[in-house]
């Protein structure tokens, strides 16, 4: 029997993604990636193609997606492990507060481990760095993490989701070692539709799904990484600006941030990477199967985002946290009650959007201090005026990039030694040619760096001094003082 809702608000599932590029979909004219159900949900709705993570790392981003904020306001401007989630408002504690059942399931990131950041409940699948990270400080695996006392009990032994040995930030692939059904990836899909069996069919249900795939280890089923193994995909680009990260790289480490890898290894992590989304692609559809299965389709926005990209060897380079397109790029879907199909959309969108556009959807207000925007009338295909650029930072490799674009440009400053780049994404979208050095630029390079200093007035790192950049200044991944939130 099915059991209607007997609520007047539309119920909410958001799907995350770990590490998916933004071009990385069928829909979006990838030359060898397949993701039919997610191109079905796009045609159903809207996709965002400008859409980015300010800060692409993992716990940035999801501080931003979760509080609606800048990082310089939530105070992550890079990747720092054990900094407390201190947040009193987030996305999650308004829906529970107006009466939505709210559920995560699947890599949350939090610290510590089991703060519920507003969430009714919270089943987690946590990373090998932060299993790892617990048992260095003497926590049992099984109180930071639930994918691991679930895979045994199926299995039936002592397993980890690492026995075949990969790492969690390395290029090396190779297909799962155990049977399909005991993936994460199938495991948040599971736990997921479990959470939509037994939840209380009185109150409208948030549901949070995040899939840790496909960020490294790549190791999808072996039916999703063989497809990819002998597929005829272009080069990654490698831009004339490319050597610069030369003196980071690690040639016998494969976590190494740049360097030329082996074709043949390429050609692995490619497949990999790729199979992760595919076997992603029909998990999801298994879960949307299983709305329309208990009759909320219909009254269910669906939101699909990742935390960041992947740059996966483009530039020579590996891994996120850079402010290029490959990394900071992301895809960005909308589909739910009353939204038209097929619209796409050029906006400059962030994941501080997701809070304020997901409360609009449930028709409630937007708290303050949220510094994003609903992009729901985007979605609906309306003309409104948006934001003309975006912002971003990334405190890595002992520096800070900073870096802006208004979906047409894109200017970089590194903060070591003040180097900038410009590109032009319209005639040049994969950042092959830096024109910050051409005379004939210098008019659009000085307009950009206004704009940065303006951005970075008064912050604590001192990268300004009102007048000019300053570059050589100490950098945090997390700030001292994060700076009070700036409206929307």
């Known amino acids: 029997m099915v059991i209607r809702l007997t609520t007047n608000r539309p119920n909410v599932l958001l799907v995350m993604v770990d590490q998916w590029r933004g071009d990385s979909l069928g829909v979006a004219g990838h030359p060898v990636v397949r993701t039919p159900f997610l191109d079905a949900l796009a045609a159903s709705g809207a996709r965002f193609t400008r859409a980015y993570s300010a800060a692409p790392t993992c716990t940035p ?5 979760l509080t609606g904020q800048l990082p310089a306001t939530h105070g992550r401007v890079g990747y720092q492990d054990h900094v407390p989630w201190t947040y009193p408002v987030t996305l999650a504690s308004e829906l529970t507060r107006h009466g939505y059942q709210t559920q995560a399931v699947g890599k949350m990131h939090f610290f510590p481990e089991r703060s519920q950041l507003g969430f009714q409940n919270v089943i987690l699948h946590s990373p090998l760095g932060i299993v790892r990270s617990a048992r260095q400080r003497g926590i049992a695996p099984d109180l930071v993490d639930d994918y691991l006392p679930w895979l045994r009990q199926r299995l039936g032994r002592d397993a980890t989701f690492h026995d075949h040995g990969l790492d969690s930030n390395s290029w090396v692939a190779r297909p799962w070692d155990k049977p399909e059904s005991v993936h994460p990836t199938n495991f948040v899909a599971e736990q997921s539709i479990d959470f939509l069996r037994r939840r ?11 899939f840790n795939a496909p960020h490294p280890p790549y190791d999808p089923p072996a039916w999703a990484f063989d497809q990819y193994l002998d597929a005829a995909a272009p080069d990654p680009p490698v831009g004339d600006w490319a050597d610069q990260f030369a003196p980071v790289a690690m040639p016998h480490d494969a976590r190494s941030f740049h360097g030329r890898i082996a074709p043949d290894d390429l050609r692995r992590a490619r497949a990999g ?5 595919s076997h992603v692609d029909q998990q999801l559809n298994r879960l949307l199967e299983e709305l329309v299965h208990y009759g909320v389709r219909d009254d269910t926005y669906v939101c699909f985002v990742s935390d960041h990209g992947e740059m996966l060897g483009d530039h020579l380079l590996f891994r996120k946290g850079f402010p290029y397109e490959g990394s900071a790029r992301i895809p960005m879907l909308l589909s739910g009650p009353g939204l038209p199909g097929g619209v796409v959309d050029d906006q400059l969108i962030e994941l501080r959007d997701v809070m304020p556009t997901l409360l609009d959807c449930a ?24 934001r003309p650029r975006l912002h971003g930072e990334h405190t890595m490799l002992g520096q800070s990039f900073q870096w802006f674009t208004d979906g047409r440009e894109k200017y970089v400053w590194h903060s070591r030694d003040g180097h900038e780049q410009l590109f032009d994404l319209i005639a040049d979208p994969e950042e092959c040619f830096d024109l910050a050095g051409r005379a004939d630029q210098a008019e659009r390079l000085a307009r950009w760096r206004s704009l940065l200093i303006t951005e970075l007035a008064g912050r604590e790192e001192g990268f300004t001094d009102g007048h000019r950049l300053i570059p050589g200044r100490p950098v945090r991944a997390t700030l001292t003082s994060p700076r009070a939130p700036v409206p929307a």
């Open 273 to 277: 990477y790729w199979g992760h989304m």
């Open 363 to 386: 028709g409630l207000p937007i708290p303050e201090g949220v510094e994003g925007r609903s992009f729901l009338p985007l979605a609906r295909g309306e003309q409104v005026g948006w």
């Open 61 to 65: 981003a999801r501080a931003s997606l």
């Open 200 to 210: 209380d069919p009185t109150k409208p249900f948030f549901l949070f799904a995040s």
